[in-house]
């Protein structure tokens, strides 16, 4: 069995991103399971395209996408991605998107297939501060999020996808008084409880 991970590239500033710091350190194989890393392009041009291409390549049994959200201090296992494009900042491109749909034909939104509350609930009972969320915002994560699921949906995949956001690094939030982090060993672990629950699911 394939899970795919991904993670993003720094973006708004940030020399790192704890997302693909995270996912790099992944073990490439948990019990029956491989998993597969991603590096994704933080732009509303190749996000979606870069993560389809390895499903369609690798044919995963699911997908656990990973992203910042700078200010959570949780993981935040994300249950909806809508289709709406809407941000203050351009992507690492310099695109700016407002009020634009991600797909022109598409739902307003979609569910993760990923069972958003036993996930929770697994990390919670091993010590992980962790809640489900019900917006992973209008970036290019949620960009990536509605993308993916659409062309699951689409091509009507037996792939599973979920969105997992985690918080800053310790070292981002030097300068920035009162906001939340978390360390870099504690998403690892996090994000192989998570791979660890998705990979149970998906048995047969």
Same mark, same amino acid.
């Given at each position: 069995?394939?899970? #795919?991970? *991904?993670?993003?590239?720094?973006? !708004?500033?940030?020399?790192?991103?704890? +997302?693909?710091?995270?996912?790099?350190?992944?073990?490439?194989?948990?019990? %029956?399971?491989?998993?597969?890393r991603v590096?994704?392009p933080?732009?509303? @041009?190749?996000s979606?395209?870069?993560?389809t291409?390895?499903?369609?390549?690798?044919?995963?049994? &699911?997908?656990?996408?990973?992203?910042? =959200?700078?200010?959570?201090?949780?993981?935040?296992?994300?249950?909806?991605?809508?289709?709406?494009?809407?941000?203050? =900042?351009?992507?690492?491109?310099?695109? #700016?998107?407002?009020?634009?749909?991600?797909a022109?034909?598409?739902?307003? &939104?979609?569910?993760?297939?990923?069972?958003?509350?036993? $996930?929770?609930?697994?990390?919670?009972? &091993?010590?992980?501060p @962790?809640?489900?969320?019900? *917006?992973?915002?209008?970036?290019?994560?949620?960009? #990536?999020f509605?993308?993916?699921? %659409?062309h $699951?949906?689409?091509h009507?995949?037996?792939t599973? &996808?979920?969105?997992?956001?985690?918080?800053?690094?310790?070292?981002?939030?030097? !300068?920035?008084? !009162?906001?939340? +982090?978390? +360390?870099?060993?504690?998403?690892?672990?996090?994000? %192989?409880?998570?791979?660890?629950?998705?990979? +149970?699911?998906?048995?047969?």
């Amino acid at each position: 069995m394939t899970i #795919l991970v *991904t993670g993003f590239e720094p973006f !708004g500033g940030e020399a790192i991103n704890p +997302s693909w710091e995270a996912v790099r350190r992944l073990n490439g194989d948990m019990g %029956d399971a491989h998993i597969e890393r991603v590096l994704v392009p933080m732009t509303y @041009a190749d996000s979606i395209g870069t993560v389809t291409e390895a499903i369609d390549r690798l044919h995963p049994a &699911a997908v656990v996408m990973v992203g910042q =959200a700078g200010g959570r201090a949780e993981l935040s296992i994300e249950r909806v991605a809508v289709n709406c494009d809407d941000a203050q =900042a351009p992507d690492n491109a310099g695109v #700016l998107r407002e009020d634009a749909p991600i797909a022109a034909e598409g739902p307003t &939104a979609y569910l993760a297939t990923l069972p958003v509350k036993q $996930i929770v609930a697994g990390l919670r009972s &091993a010590g992980f501060p @962790a809640a489900v969320s019900n *917006t992973a915002g209008l970036f290019v994560c949620n960009h #990536l999020f509605y993308g993916v699921l %659409d062309h $699951i949906i689409t091509h009507n995949l037996e792939t599973r &996808a979920g969105f997992v956001h985690v918080p800053f690094l310790p070292e981002q939030v030097v !300068g920035k008084p !009162g906001t939340p +982090s978390m +360390s870099l060993a504690m998403i690892v672990a996090g994000i %192989d409880g998570i791979v660890a629950i998705v990979t +149970s699911n998906a048995r047969p």
